[in-house]
């Protein structure tokens, strides 16, 4: 079964944190790069046995950024070239300020059954700090116009960690986000990239991050809030209520393959990983020559998929399969890392059970530094 993603890199306006392949532009383009993105999705489609969808996840930039004449036109698209029947999940991104009621039905109408909304943070004065074109009201709203016209699937991103961010702010903003009732949120740590202007800042000092003690304060809020509001940790950034887990995104944690289309989307596909081309004005240029977009292409080893089969598996909290990975690559875990795994168990960062290998509370924060451990 086919799990798919489209990029769409246009923007509002270009983040301060944001080193994604994305940018302002206007309706030429914008028509212009969608009929490219059609023309690469039928020729992907044309070399495919099994088409039968399983998810589609379009992500950006901001999709919602588009008429939604365009978008829902994209989607219905998607689904006369793969088959359906199999469909579980239709995941559109979109940003507060640039949907209304009208936008989000049009969506829901398209068999868009997921709505993952780019928040943040409740505070405005973070969303300043952070370039984000909404204020906290309009995310407030967005979320409720979700719910208005039928959506049941809601994600909420947020991000801690931030600028000038407390303890305290982040607990505001995590209960104003468990008022909305959220069906799942996903909560990411600030990365600081260097060619950002965000990124800078902080180089030069003009902007301070908040210290290590107060962030692992704010990790331990997360789980704390989401547990009693009934939202389950089920991956180290993803928290949801029963049976709304993300269909996609635990494709990915299970390294399974995926296809993807658009500037900068990478695929994989028995082992084949594809990164395309990402300024958009070259990637639609190429597709109207007929020249391949793939600007990058490795094969991975069978032990190289194996190391990122159990990288990936850890972020999930129940770990991954032993038998999985045996079934799949013929590779014992417990042989191939030897004294390293013995050493993350005596340090009581994973648990390996009869059927798993998993993180542990304790190993849990320290994820980077054990998966570093174990590439």
């Known amino acids: 079964m086919v799990c798919l993603y489209l ?15 994305s940018g302002v532009a206007g309706s030429e383009v914008f028509t212009q790069y969608i009929t490219a993105l059609k023309q690469e999705l039928s020729d992907l489609a044309a070399t495919r046995d099994d088409r039968h969808l399983k998810s ?24 006369t070239l793969f088959n359906p029947t199999s469909l579980l999940e239709i995941t559109v991104e979109v940003n507060p300020g640039t949907v209304d009621e009208e936008y989000l039905r049009a969506l829901l109408v398209a068999g868009v059954n997921r709505i993952s909304m780019g928040v943040q943070t409740f505070s405005d004065q973070e969303l300043s700090i952070l370039g984000r074109t909404h204020s906290s009201i309009e995310a407030c709203y967005a979320v409720q116009a979700a719910k208005d016209v039928g959506f049941i699937n809601i994600n909420l991103d947020l991000m801690y960690g931030l600028p000038g961010q407390t303890v305290e702010s982040w607990r505001k903003s995590l209960q104003q986000a468990i008022a909305l009732n959220p069906q799942h949120l996903s909560v990411y ?9 965000l990124g800078r800042a902080v180089a030069s000092g003009e902007i301070v991050l908040p210290e290590e003690e107060k962030i692992l304060h704010m990790d331990e809020e997360i789980r704390r809030f989401c547990c009693d509001a009934g939202l389950r940790q089920y991956e180290i950034s993803a928290f949801a209520s029963d049976g709304y887990e993300c269909v996609h995104n635990i494709n990915y944690w299970q390294n399974n393959d995926y296809l993807a289309c658009g500037t900068s989307a990478v695929s994989c596909v028995g082992g084949v990983r594809e990164k395309r081309i990402t300024d958009t004005l070259e990637y639609i240029g190429c597709i109207k020559k007929g ?11 069978a032990e190289a998929s194996f190391r990122e089969s159990v990288i990936l598996g850890l972020r999930m909290t129940k770990g ?13 875990l417990v042989k191939h890392y030897g ?12 648990e390996l ?6 993180l542990t509370a304790k190993g849990r924060p320290l994820a980077n530094w054990v998966m570093v451990e174990l590439v």
Do not use: W
Request: charged share 15%; with cysteine.
């Open 7 to 21: 990029h769409i890199p246009f923007c509002q306006k270009k983040c301060n944190y944001c080193s994604f392949s």
């Open 56 to 79: 589609l996840f379009v992500g950006g930039g901001t999709p919602s950024i588009l008429p939604f004449s365009m978008l829902t036109d994209l989607i219905g698209y998607c689904l």
């Open 189 to 197: 740590q600030l990365t600081i990239e260097g060619e950002t202007p």
């Open 291 to 301: 020249v391949s977009v793939v600007c990058e292409s490795e094969c991975l080893s």
């Open 320 to 332: 991954v399969s032993l038998h999985r990975l045996t079934a799949r690559y013929e590779i014992d």
């Open 339 to 350: 004294a390293v795994l013995d050493n993350l168990c005596k340090l009581q960062l994973v």
């Open 353 to 358: 059970t009869d059927s798993h290998l998993r």
